[in-house]
C-alpha cells in the first residue's frame, strides 16, 4: 500500500505568478531606462513622448 501525498502549495503558485511578473516588470523598466539614457538621434525621437508621458527628463 502506497499513500500519494498532494502537494497544493500556494508559495508554488504564487512563484508562477509572481516570476513572470517581475521579468515583466524588468524587461520594461530596462526598456524605458536605455531608451532614456540613449543618445541617437533617432531612437530619443522615437522614445521622445513616452519618457516624458512616465516623467523621464531626456533633456
Not at 531608451?35 to 525621437?45: K, N, P, R, Y
Not at 522615437?46 to 531626456?58: K, M, S
Amino acid at each position: 500500500m502506497t499513500a500519494k501525498t498532494m502537494t497544493t502549495s500556494s508559495a508554488a503558485g504564487a512563484r508562477s505568478v509572481l516570476l513572470p511578473a517581475i521579468a515583466a516588470f524588468a524587461i520594461g523598466f530596462g526598456l524605458i531606462f536605455v531608451s532614456g539614457l540613449v543618445q541617437a538621434e533617432t531612437l530619443h525621437d522615437a522614445a521622445h513622448d513616452t519618457r516624458h508621458a512616465v516623467g523621464f527628463p531626456c533633456h
